[in-house]
């Protein structure tokens, strides 16, 4: 069972479901219920058309389940609406569907949670964890947010901000390895730079492109992980980087800064350091400076203060770690390498431990693990 294949033609039959009549909330169940069915007869009876067989069973999935009157009355309409056997379209309506979730309606909390949902495929525990909130909370928010765009019509396309919001958490959740879907928010991306021309969107292009170059050194050949000062910049995807600055330089050239260019252009100094101990990290918090007037965003402040304890040594780090929340992500990590850096290896190997027990993944649990085992085995 091909469950990239699935997931890649889950946006496609969602959208022409929505385009024959079905709301959003009945057409993603239906779809939901089409994609178990693939999952229990495709290994055994594989179909010729993927797309089309998908579709035709999500249409008839959502017409079994249309229960109110007015619905059933147009039940015959419906029926005649019935795709035809054979291939289904092959455009592409992805992209057209994230910007239908995001309705003006909705806040764009909700509008970047159902998308990433219902269109990007993550779960309802991986949205929660990128948003910082329990996961139950998050379940409410969509719940409320398919109960809302049940009861409207999508001629009304929401905006950019939201469908950049979107796209960015996709490429996250894709490039930390839970979900292989940082590809598929690039192509999403170049799709939208071609028809929108604005700096943010090239931004977000941009650090997507810097970002991806490095994945190939990002996991050892055992699947453990990489830190970035560890990495094997040979393996670094030089005509990505090139382009993603390219890119960059031509949207800060239009001086609209927004928070997407200030996030490439940090990563574009990481990946113009020949080796880790020429980074420019100095001008590294300059950008986080600037970030953090963008954004105020407490992860923007984790990570200044990784970049301040580079820059201006562990201690000057930790002072800045010092007025930051605690239970923030990743909070343990970073206290635990500056008290490496800063030459305190029983501090920091408890915390590295600490951290381990708090980490979002596997791969991520491991590397921790075996931080502190290697100081503790030093003392």
Known sequence: MNEVLLRNLTPSVLAILVRRGADFAAAEDAVQDALVEAVRVWPADPPRDPKGWLVTVAWRRFLDTVRADAARRRREDLVNEEPAPGPAPAADDTLRLYFLCAHPSLTPSSAVALTLRAVGGLTTRQIARAYLVPEATMAQRISR???TVSRLRFDQPGDVATVLRVLY?????????DVDLAAEAIRLTRQLAAVIDHPEVAGLLALMLLHHARRAARTAPDGSLVPLA???????DTASIAEGVA???AALARDRLGEFQAQAAIAALHADAPTAEE??????????????HLTDSPIVRLNRAVAVGEADGPRA???ALAALDA?????TAVAAYLHERDGDLATAARLYAEAAQKAPNLAERDHLTRQAARLNARR
């Open 145 to 147: 947010a398919k109960r």
């Open 169 to 177: 958490l996709v490429f996250n959740e894709g490039y930390s390895g």
């Open 230 to 236: 560890e990495q094997d910049r040979g393996r670094w």
């Open 247 to 249: 890119i960059l330089q």
């Open 279 to 292: 980074t420019d990290w100095v001008q590294i918090v300059e950008w986080y400076d600037e970030l953090t």
């Open 317 to 319: 780090g930790l002072a």
């Open 327 to 331: 239970s923030l992500p990743r909070h």
